[in-house]
């Protein structure tokens, strides 16, 4: 019998920033696949073009940086803040919309700030909301769900050939919003009443959930974001619609609407612009829910995940500062960077 | 006053220290009325006559100001200027004061302003305040007109559009379309587009400054090099 001696550390990790990056983008699948069912290819083709983008842009600063281009393109930081980017924009996008926004997304919001790790806000939506207040019209017009154009006529989208009116229509939380207060209105919306909440998006978002659940049980993301995020959507939506509920949309319509799931699990996660503690996290992630809600409920805008997630990624070191656990042997936490 | 070096004076106020890409004053009117270069060029422009007038005026009576009180005193001086640009703007470009509104009367709080009065004019002759106040309102004014032009043909594809309110009918038809059927870029217009202009024209300067400190660099071991080792070992030629 021989023993087999090797010194300490016995357990090898064979994760890295690359192998994690994949996951995330595995388990953005479902969330696609569904995408693709009820929106038409549109989305498919804005992610694939996303990619493209993201990758000559990260590779071309990366050059102008000194950098090594290879190393860092391996670590597929940049395809993930173009899927997410894809994902976000409406199958409707033309060809010119997704470069300028993702272009932006890598230049200005990752690479100018010091690359992946130093960007103080989530790329990927720092690119959605240059674009949403640059080009509302075309960042607004969805597809009618179930109504979904064929892969033609998405390539025609795609290559801003084919007008946008005659596919487009209102997304549920559009039509909540313009009707609210309304019951005979909200009634006579199709698209409100779909078998769980909005037609079409509600699958969509289940399948984020899916695939968010993957990232939880893969030990990519813990449950604190998406949970505190969840919650802090639900709770004043279900207070606000119990004391009125034809002013206010349920809770579970807001958790399965726009971009609720996606932000939940893929976008208010990012490891680099989120809060770092425990406590810290499930702060973050409460605010962002809640002011995803009131945005939805009296903003100008139908939705808000991006404006959310932004607002509280500049909060973040501020949370961090009064989150901070107590390390063992100290009475109180340290705070800041002194002793 | 022999030794006043109008040379550097004028590299300081274009370049060296440049108000708007060194000094970093005067944000405010600098940020907010580059929507156009019409906006710019008119607001530059009243920024500088409001500093060579301030200047001129400051460096009269800085014998007779003491320090206690100079900085009250200057502002007076300044705000006087100020108003009399405004009622200029009001008589004659009517249209371009409407729109430039507020920003004409806050050129008394921008900083480039007063810092000049006290950091230059205040210690210098009426000639060579002049000549300082002059260089730094044009350097303010390039920097206005460049983030101007930027953000005017990133946000409307268009350059010079209704500078008639600057200099008559005659200019109606300056506008140029540099870009057909633009849709039109609205972060550009908007405040966000002013900070991101502002910093990469920081940025470029910062560039060029580096890449021309190389170049000296460059020049200065270029010249022939004399050893001034001293060899203690081996033959000495």
Redesign the interface.
């Known amino acids: 019998m021989s023993l087999i001696t090797s010194s300490s550390p016995h357990a090898s990790v064979k994760n890295n920033t690359g192998a994690f990056m994949r996951q995330v983008i595995y388990a953005t699948l479902p969330g696609l696949a569904v995408l693709t069912w009820q929106f038409g290819w549109g989305t498919v083709i804005n992610v694939l073009w996303a990619v493209v983008v993201a990758l000559v842009s990260e590779a071309l600063f990366l050059k102008a940086r000194g950098r090594s281009i290879g190393f860092y393109l391996k670590d597929y930081s940049a395809v993930v803040t173009a899927v997410l980017l894809g994902l976000a924009l409406p199958p409707t996008a033309p060809w010119w919309l997704t470069l300028?926004g993702v272009s932006f997304a890598i230049i200005?919001a990752k690479q100018l700030y010091g690359g992946l790790g130093m960007n103080p806000f989530n790329p990927a939506m720092v690119g959605y909301v240059?674009l949403l207040?640059?080009?509302?019209v075309a960042m607004t017009q969805w597809i009618s769900p179930g109504d979904a154009p064929s892969l033609q006529q998405s390539l025609q989208l795609f290559a801003g050939q084919l007008p946008v009116d005659g596919l487009s229509g209102a997304t549920p939380l559009d039509t909540f919003r313009t009707w609210a207060g309304d019951e005979a209105a909200l009634a006579s919306h199709p698209i409100l009443h779909g078998e769980l909440a909005g037609q079409g998006w509600e699958w969509v978002n289940l399948a984020f959930l899916l695939g968010g659940l993957y990232l939880i049980s893969r030990k990519i993301i813990t449950w604190h974001i998406p949970a505190g995020f969840l919650a802090g959507l639900a709770a004043p939506a279900l207070v606000a619609w119990l004391i009125d509920p034809v002013r206010f949309a349920d809770p579970l319509f807001h958790m399965l609407s726009g971009g609720a799931m996606l932000g939940a699990f893929f976008i208010a996660t990012d490891p680099v612009s989120a809060a770092t503690s425990r406590n810290g996290r499930l702060v973050y992630a409460l605010l962002i829910g809640v002011l995803i809600w009131v945005i939805r409920s009296f903003g100008g805008y139908p939705d808000a995940v991006a404006f959310s997630v932004l607002l509280l990624n500049l909060s973040a070191p501020f949370i961090d500062y009064y989150t901070q656990p107590r390390t063992y042997g100290h009475n109180k936490p340290n705070r800041g960077t002194g002793s | 006053m022999s030794d006043v070096n109008y040379k550097k004076i004028s590299m300081d106020g274009l370049w060296n220290n440049n108000p708007a890409t060194v000094q970093i004053l005067g944000l405010c009117p600098l940020l907010a009325v580059t929507g156009s270069v019409v906006n710019a060029l008119g607001l530059g422009l009243a920024t500088l006559v409001v500093l060579v007038g301030s200047n001129v005026c400051v460096s009269l009576i800085r014998h007779y100001v003491t320090d206690a009180v100079r900085l009250p005193a200057f502002v007076m001086i300044i705000a006087a200027m100020t108003t009399v640009i405004e009622m200029l703007m009001q008589a004659y470009t009517f249209e371009l004061y409407e729109i430039l509104g507020i920003f004409i009367p806050l050129i008394v709080t921008n900083c480039t302003v007063l810092g000049r009065a006290d950091a230059f004019a205040s210690k210098n002759g009426i000639l060579p305040s002049a000549v300082d106040g002059f260089m730094m309102g044009l350097g303010f004014l390039v920097i206005l007109l460049i983030l101007g032009g930027m953000r005017e043909l990133v946000g409307q594809g268009t350059l010079f559009t209704n500078m008639q309110l600057l200099f008559g009918p005659m200019a109606a038809h300056w506008q140029l379309n540099v870009i057909d059927n633009y849709g039109g870029f609205l972060l550009a217009i908007l405040p966000p587009g002013a900070f991101l202009g502002l910093g990469l024209i920081i940025a470029g300067k910062n560039v060029i400054d580096k890449r021309l400190k190389a170049i000296q660099k460059a020049k200065a071991s270029d010249e022939p090099k004399v050893s001034r080792r001293v060899r203690t070992t081996g033959k000495v030629s």
Request: avoid cysteine; charged fraction near 0%; hydrophobic fraction near 70%.
């Open positions: 300028v200005v240059l207040i640059s080009f509302p």
